[in-house]
Structure formats: structure tokens, C-alpha cells
């Protein structure tokens, strides 16, 4: 018989407990977890709003038999007889943020006897997440420039070998702090790190960060002179989009890079960095096009390159959103090539 490793019996636990709607795991009420309080409420509100309800568990489990052939009920799940019905967190709510009444695999009880699969009733959607305004006061002291790198050092190793959400145990290789000019003007917010960007370590660094590249050298700067970063700096599995726990824990570091680097101008790359840096739940194109704030910066909101890759078409609406970004800082953008 096949022996499962241990890493991927101690993931299906994982996962077992968030399709249970547990996040405990993050260590969310223990004191000792340096959080800002106001972010700790956030989070004490989406465990709440994500808690198990309703938990009815098939006479088997109830005996302790196993479910999804590893872990077995918790004793918050024990309550009342009856049908099997479990109301379980949606993921991520990334829009359209619908969700839908699910079924569970039918696999996981493959003998005769046993009991039929739970079916899993969907909760109510995530709720709306807080502003990165709302979940921290934005500082009036803008750091000198002389001390921002020991600032963005600081915050690097408060991260550390960061198991603060479950993308710590998602096979990620690399954290991916953020890179770039730590007195830049321009700010790049992304989603989360791909495949590359987990092997190296920094930000757009494949295919999706070649074309950021193309992009900011269209607006006149080399790369050099921005700073990128994401909502959450680990990769997600398969690149799905954060949860609302992984990227509510995550946001706390990302709010102190703004601080440190203190932009003029920010620019959301996709629907979820606009969703976590503003607070919003909105489609891409409502925010496009109008100028939004965050952490004292203007921000502005446009497609993500990876989106633009697989949507070419959309690369002409995304360079009238990069247009009024360079409107605002006063850049001319790349000179043409001077002609033989
Ligand atoms: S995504 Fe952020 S909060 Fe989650 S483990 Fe990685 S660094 Fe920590």
C-alpha cells in the first residue's frame, strides 16, 4: 500500500479544518501574536462571520469514525442528531462572490456501509474586508530617507519564516517580501506570488512580471525606480486567489511597506489587490478609471498582467489607466527610439 507523506496528510488536515469553516490555526487569539488590535477585531469578526454552524454529523462520524479518511469530527462539530449538513466558509470571495450550495466529493466513504457524504451547504459570503486606512491610522510622519531601508528591515524580519496563515503550509518555497526603490513614488500592489516568484523570491519576475516590466518602462522609469509588492507574499496552491484569512492576516506587513516607502501614487494590479488595499467589494471595472486612497496615497486601479496575458485586448484599457498614473507624477513616458 502506498504511503502518504507526511506533508500531505498534515495539508489535508489543513484543509479539512478550513472546509470546516476552523481558522484557529492562525493563532489569531494568542496574545502573544504581535497584531495590531484593530486587525485582530477584523479577524475575530471573519472568524465569526466563518464559524461552523449548524453542524450535524452522520451517526458513524459522531462513533468518531473518520471523515475524508484523516481527521475525525471536532467536538464543535457534535451537536445536533440528524441529516448531514455542515455550513462550511466560502473561499475566496474574488468577484463574481456568489456562493453557491456545494455538494461534497462522494468518494470519501468508498465502502458499502458507510454513511452517505456530508452535504455542504455554502455560508454566507466573506464578509466585506477593512480598508488598510480603516485597519491601521495612516502615520503623518513620512520616514527620512536614510532611515527607511533599517524600517523595511525591521518589517522583513518580523516576518520571519512567517506560519501565521495557511499558505505557510501551501508548498511555498520563498517568502516574497517586496522589491524596489524604498523612496520610489510609484507602488505596484499585485495579488500573490506565482511559481517564479515563489522559486526566487521577489515579485513579477515570469512571464506576468516581464510584462510589468514592459509596462513600466512604457511610463518612462526603469524598474528599478518602483517598488512592488503583493497582498500576500506566499503563493497560494495551483495560484488561486487568497483567502480572505490568508489575506487579512498578510495585509498587516504590506501596511507597513506603504508606510515605509510613503508613494505618491499606487497602482492595484487586479481585483484583489483593489478588494484588500481599499475595502471594497466591487467589480474591476467599477473602480477603473476614477482615483481611490489608501495610506495617503492616490491609488489607481487596472488589469493584472497576468489577466492582460491571457486578454491581450485589454492592454489598450490598461494603458489609459498607466496614462493618468503618469498624468499625476509628471511623466512623459518612454521616448521612441531614435529611427537609423
Ligand atoms: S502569506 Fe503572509 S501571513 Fe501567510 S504565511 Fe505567508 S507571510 Fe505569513
Redesign the pocket.
Same mark, same amino acid.
Given at each position: 500500500m502506498m504511503s502518504v507523506p507526511p506533508e500531505q496528510q498534515l495539508r489535508a488536515y489543513v484543509d479539512y479544518l478550513r472546509d470546516m469553516g476552523i481558522y484557529d490555526l492562525y493563532r489569531r487569539d494568542d496574545p502573544s501574536v504581535p497584531l495590531p488590535e484593530s486587525l485582530r477585531a477584523a479577524l475575530t469578526a471573519a472568524k465569526s462571520a466563518t464559524s461552523v454552524q449548524n453542524v450535524v454529523v452522520p451517526a458513524r462520524a459522531q462513533a468518531g469514525a473518520p471523515v475524508r479518511g484523516a481527521a475525525t469530527v471536532s467536538p464543535r462539530a457534535s451537536a445536533p442528531p440528524a441529516a448531514a449538513s455542515v455550513r462550511a466558509s466560502a473561499s475566496a470571495f474574488a468577484p463574481p462572490a456568489v456562493p453557491t450550495p456545494a455538494t461534497a466529493p462522494t468518494n470519501y466513504f468508498p465502502s458499502d456501509d458507510a454513511p452517505p457524504p456530508m452535504s455542504v451547504e455554502m455560508s454566507a459570503p466573506m464578509p466585506k474586508p477593512k480598508s488598510f486606512d480603516a485597519l491601521v491610522p495612516v502615520p503623518s510622519l513620512v520616514l527620512p530617507a536614510a532611515e527607511r531601508s533599517a524600517a523595511m528591515e525591521k518589517v522583513r524580519a518580523e +516576518?520571519g519564516d512567517? !506560519?501565521?496563515? @495557511?499558505?505557510?503550509y501551501g508548498g511555498?518555497h520563498k +517568502?516574497v517580501f517586496g522589491d524596489g526603490d524604498l523612496s520610489a513614488r510609484l507602488m505596484f500592489v499585485g495579488e500573490?506570488p506565482g511559481a517564479d516568484e515563489d522559486e526566487s523570491g521577489l515579485p513579477f519576475v515570469g512571464k506576468a512580471g516581464q510584462l510589468l516590466n514592459n509596462m513600466i518602462g512604457a511610463m518612462g522609469l526603469p524598474r528599478e525606480q518602483v517598488y512592488i509588492a503583493n497582498i500576500?507574499? =506566499?503563493r497560494p496552491p495551483a495560484n488561486r486567489t @487568497?483567502e480572505y484569512v490568508?489575506a487579512t !492576516? =498578510?495585509s498587516?506587513?504590506l501596511i507597513q511597506q506603504i508606510d515605509v516607502v510613503k508613494p505618491q501614487v499606487i497602482v492595484a494590479l487586479g481585483a484583489t489587490a483593489a478588494t484588500y488595499l481599499l475595502g471594497v467589494k466591487q467589480s474591476l471595472a467599477s473602480l477603473r478609471g476614477s482615483w481611490h486612497e489608501a495610506r495617503g496615497a492616490k491609488v489607481a486601479v487596472t488589469y493584472h498582467p497576468a489577466f492582460l496575458l491571457r486578454d491581450p485586448r485589454q492592454k489598450g484599457e490598461a494603458w489609459k489607466d498607466l496614462q493618468r498614473v503618469m498624468g499625476e507624477l509628471g511623466l512623459q513616458g518612454a521616448r521612441p527610439k531614435p529611427t537609423a
Amino acid at each position: 500500500m502506498m504511503s502518504v507523506p507526511p506533508e500531505q496528510q498534515l495539508r489535508a488536515y489543513v484543509d479539512y479544518l478550513r472546509d470546516m469553516g476552523i481558522y484557529d490555526l492562525y493563532r489569531r487569539d494568542d496574545p502573544s501574536v504581535p497584531l495590531p488590535e484593530s486587525l485582530r477585531a477584523a479577524l475575530t469578526a471573519a472568524k465569526s462571520a466563518t464559524s461552523v454552524q449548524n453542524v450535524v454529523v452522520p451517526a458513524r462520524a459522531q462513533a468518531g469514525a473518520p471523515v475524508r479518511g484523516a481527521a475525525t469530527v471536532s467536538p464543535r462539530a457534535s451537536a445536533p442528531p440528524a441529516a448531514a449538513s455542515v455550513r462550511a466558509s466560502a473561499s475566496a470571495f474574488a468577484p463574481p462572490a456568489v456562493p453557491t450550495p456545494a455538494t461534497a466529493p462522494t468518494n470519501y466513504f468508498p465502502s458499502d456501509d458507510a454513511p452517505p457524504p456530508m452535504s455542504v451547504e455554502m455560508s454566507a459570503p466573506m464578509p466585506k474586508p477593512k480598508s488598510f486606512d480603516a485597519l491601521v491610522p495612516v502615520p503623518s510622519l513620512v520616514l527620512p530617507a536614510a532611515e527607511r531601508s533599517a524600517a523595511m528591515e525591521k518589517v522583513r524580519a518580523e +516576518i520571519g519564516d512567517c !506560519t501565521r496563515c @495557511p499558505l505557510a503550509y501551501g508548498g511555498r518555497h520563498k +517568502i516574497v517580501f517586496g522589491d524596489g526603490d524604498l523612496s520610489a513614488r510609484l507602488m505596484f500592489v499585485g495579488e500573490g506570488p506565482g511559481a517564479d516568484e515563489d522559486e526566487s523570491g521577489l515579485p513579477f519576475v515570469g512571464k506576468a512580471g516581464q510584462l510589468l516590466n514592459n509596462m513600466i518602462g512604457a511610463m518612462g522609469l526603469p524598474r528599478e525606480q518602483v517598488y512592488i509588492a503583493n497582498i500576500v507574499k =506566499c503563493r497560494p496552491p495551483a495560484n488561486r486567489t @487568497p483567502e480572505y484569512v490568508e489575506a487579512t !492576516t =498578510c495585509s498587516q506587513f504590506l501596511i507597513q511597506q506603504i508606510d515605509v516607502v510613503k508613494p505618491q501614487v499606487i497602482v492595484a494590479l487586479g481585483a484583489t489587490a483593489a478588494t484588500y488595499l481599499l475595502g471594497v467589494k466591487q467589480s474591476l471595472a467599477s473602480l477603473r478609471g476614477s482615483w481611490h486612497e489608501a495610506r495617503g496615497a492616490k491609488v489607481a486601479v487596472t488589469y493584472h498582467p497576468a489577466f492582460l496575458l491571457r486578454d491581450p485586448r485589454q492592454k489598450g484599457e490598461a494603458w489609459k489607466d498607466l496614462q493618468r498614473v503618469m498624468g499625476e507624477l509628471g511623466l512623459q513616458g518612454a521616448r521612441p527610439k531614435p529611427t537609423a
